[in-house]
């Protein structure tokens, strides 16, 4: 008798890895299963309407046709060949796989003769399931950029089609299979659901589908282990899902995090330690304050962006590669610019650059740089010529995204604001404005350092960690889901925005000193090195050695003093801790400590950080709340006037000179406040009236609440919220 966790083992990876997807054949061991935790009662199901069952503590299946071999997720009439609208002919794609050594480079590339057929699927529509009380299962894996290459074309599109409405064509194949679940619970065609999903279903690409079956409160989470570790038996390799179970009923559910892996054997994965936690499971698989429940801000539009896609190796050049093309490093050409990823930037930077030809046709990029214009033609071509997307084979010399928006932004900045798509840690730092950045990291369109200093602070720190999902079992930062809909504190120029200023400089100039005095030094070893001292860890040698190269104390030390002003932006000064304190001993002082800086007391992982925590969070989503209903009263708190609002901002500027010979003549006539004004019933016209005041009160809310009568709260933050709006835009 063969074990079932070897037997499922050795037949996965038998299974041909496109044919394994399309079947959605994958080994679940059974201990994962039992960790899932779904009380169906087969057995006591059974025996109480038979009166008899011996399953030995396995399910028991009825003798009827229970298992069908179909498509679980898209039904059709037919799958034809699609033909060419011109010539009538079947078309045909490189079939993905097959490849030959490239004459000149000798590095494999696709072989055009290996050719796949391109089907259509006619009448596309959702699978019908059978009736069932409840829904176990394991879909396939397959992430939505690997869908078309694993799947075909035509089932995608027809994917697609049938599902318009209910899952964004963005999400991953087995978000299917989730919303089809969950509109059955909503329907009450089903009590619950439980599937072991991708670890990505809290990014906001395969969220939206999750949001959209909550949003109704038919569907909630009633268990979820998200970032729970799996190994693919195919190949053996590590990766991370989440298990969630789904009812009607909205109320409390579970949620266990891992804190703790142990090894165990290949079949049965992993063992784990959890820890539980209880409250509304939120769309983003966690419990607590609803991040997920914001809006994106238009003060923070046109501002953040996703490096470029390249699409060919052959556009990348090492410091050696450059020199084999002829080209002087000294003097290198506008098209050769430095090219900076993720690695560069959270360990060391490797010195690459990027061949970029935007803005060159191909005749002039020949004549102009025929080495560069050979080397893409020898290594870009060969696979360009066989994408699937039009644009990207017609123009192979370009990048496959050539984000023009991102090209305008940086325009005319001497250096812009950075960080990393996918890390442990979330650093911002300055990028000199001539880097090409990849599209691992994203750019903030900005040279203030202000801007930078409020996103290394605690606050947006934690707002990232909770608002952003993981890839495997790494924090992600994106614009949709933590940029956007981030508020930032409205804070007028003066003392405290130049002190936050000062401190995002400082901040930028200490790691970047630090690690041209010590090349071997990197950001992650930095902070990995002052997570340890917030929580009182023992520092090992080599840690010793990274906190005394990096200054790492005095690291820590500028983050305290930023978090503080930053707090203090926001008003929240009842949050903060003092600066200067030492680091706690052991990790459960700090959070015990009113005194201990807010970071510290975050860093300690325990009841009164985890309060502290909620508390933080909730007064940023209700600040994203104000912020939202501001901006549809047309106040709008832009980051960057001048080019997200250059119309208002050029306006503003007239209108300011106006402003200043108005309070001039003003003050030289003595203008006298009548005692009773009456408030104006709309905006614009309350607008005017506080401008025709300002210059005999001044702008003060309170004496220009007295011109309209009595000082009601109301109307003082009616007028409050009116004199920023002057203030954003200049006219004040």
């Not at 080397?375 to 360009?384: D, G, K, W």
């Not at 001539?434 to 990291?441: A, E, F, I, Q, W």
Request: aromatic share 8%; glycine share 8%.
């Amino acid at each position: 008798m063969v074990e079932p966790a070897i037997f499922g083992t050795l037949l996965e990876r038998a299974l041909d890895p496109r044919e394994r997807h399309k079947l959605g054949a994958h080994y679940t061991p059974r201990s994962y299963v039992e960790r899932l935790v779904l009380w169906i009662g087969y057995f006591q199901w059974h025996k109480r309407t038979t009166g008899k069952a011996d399953t030995n503590d396995r399910p028991l299946l009825p003798k009827e046709n229970t298992i069908e071999c179909r498509d679980a997720v898209l039904d059709y009439d037919e799958m034809i060949p699609r033909r060419d609208p011109e010539t009538g002919e079947v078309m045909t794609i490189w079939d993905g796989r097959t490849t030959k050594p490239h004459p000149v480079t000798g590095k494999e590339v696709p072989n055009e003769t290996a050719r796949t057929t391109l089907f259509d699927y006619t009448n596309p529509k959702r699978a019908e399931w059978p009736e069932a009380d409840y829904v176990v299962g394991n879909p396939p894996f397959i992430g939505n950029k690997r869908m078309r290459e694993g799947l075909g074309d035509g089932y995608v599109e027809a994917l697609h089609s049938a599902w318009k409405g209910l899952v964004p064509a963005s999400s991953d194949f087995v978000m299917y299979w989730w919303r089809e679940a969950a509109e059955r619970v909503a329907k009450r065609r089903i009590l619950r659901f439980g599937l072991i999903t991708t670890n990505l279903i809290g990014m906001k690409y395969n969220r939206r589908a999750v949001e959209g079956a909550m949003k109704k409160g038919k569907v909630a989470f009633a268990f979820a282990i998200p970032d729970h570790p799996w190994v693919d038996a195919a190949d053996g390799a590590a990766v991370r899902i989440t298990m969630t179970v789904a009812g009607g009923a909205k109320a409390p559910g579970k949620l266990f995090q891992v804190v703790d892996e142990f090894p165990a054997s290949e079949a049965e994965g992993s063992q784990v330690e959890l820890e539980q936690f209880e409250g509304l499971i939120a769309p983003n698989i966690s419990v607590g304050v609803d991040v997920t429940n914001v809006s994106s801000l238009q003060s923070n539009d046109q501002m953040s962006f996703q490096g470029m896609i390249l699409i060919g190796d052959g556009f990348r050049l090492s410091e050696n590669e450059v020199k084999s093309t002829g080209i002087s490093l000294e003097n290198f050409p506008e098209i050769v610019r430095r090219h900076m990823s993720g690695k560069d930037i959270t360990n060391r930077d490797r010195g690459n650059s990027v061949i970029d030809c935007f803005g060159l046709d191909k005749g002039l990029l020949e004549s102009r740089y025929p080495e560069i214009f050979q080397r893409l033609l020898t290594t870009v071509y060969p696979s360009r010529k066989q994408n699937k997307e039009r644009s990207r084979r017609e123009n192979w010399r370009l990048f496959g995204r050539t984000n023009e928006t991102l090209r305008a932004a940086v325009t005319g900045l001497s250096r812009f604001i950075a960080t990393v798509e996918t890390s442990k840690h979330k650093p911002f730092v300055f990028l000199d404005g001539g880097v090409c950045p990849d599209h691992k990291l994203y750019v903030i369109a900005s040279n203030d350092a202000w801007i930078l200093g409020v996103l290394s602070a605690a606050p947006h720190q934690l707002w990232a960690l909770r608002a952003g999902g993981t890839l495997e079992d790494r924090p992600t930062w994106t614009s949709t889901t933590t940029f956007r809909p981030f508020p930032f504190p409205a804070v007028h120029e003066g003392p405290l925005k130049q002190r936050i200023r000062e401190l995002g400089e400082k901040l930028d100039a200490h790691r970047k000193a630090r690690q041209a005095a010590h090349p071997d030094l990197t950001l992650t070893g930095m902070y990995n090195v002052l997570e340890k001292l917030r929580t009182g860890e023992t520092l090992t040698d080599k840690d010793k050695k990274i906190h005394d190269e990096g200054l790492v104390t005095i690291l820590k030390q500028i983050h305290d003093e930023l978090d503080a002003a930053v707090l203090e932006a926001y008003g929240w000064q009842d949050l903060q801790g003092n600066v200067g304190v030492p680091p706690a001993s052991a990790p459960s002082q700090s959070s015990g400590r009113r005194d201990a800086p807010l970071a510290d007391r975050l860093a300690a992982k325990d009841e009164a950080a985890e309060e502290l925590e909620q508390e933080l969070l909730k007064r940023l989503v209700a600040l994203n709340h104000e912020r939202a209903e501001e901006e549809k009263r047309g106040l709008v708190r832009w980051l960057r006037p001048e080019y997200q609002a250059p119309e208002e901002s050029g306006v503003a500027k007239a209108e300011q000179k106006q402003i200043e010979l108005e309070a001039e003549a003003a003050s030289e006539k003595a203008v006298a406040v009548p005692q009773k004004l009456k408030w104006p019933g709309t905006l614009s016209d309350q607008v005017a009236a506080i401008q025709r005041l300002l210059p005999a009160t001044g702008p003060d809310p309170s004496e220009l609440a007295a011109c309209f009568g009595t000082r009601t709260k109301a109307r003082i933050r009616t007028i409050t919220e009116i004199l920023d709006t002057l203030t954003a835009l200049g006219k004040l």
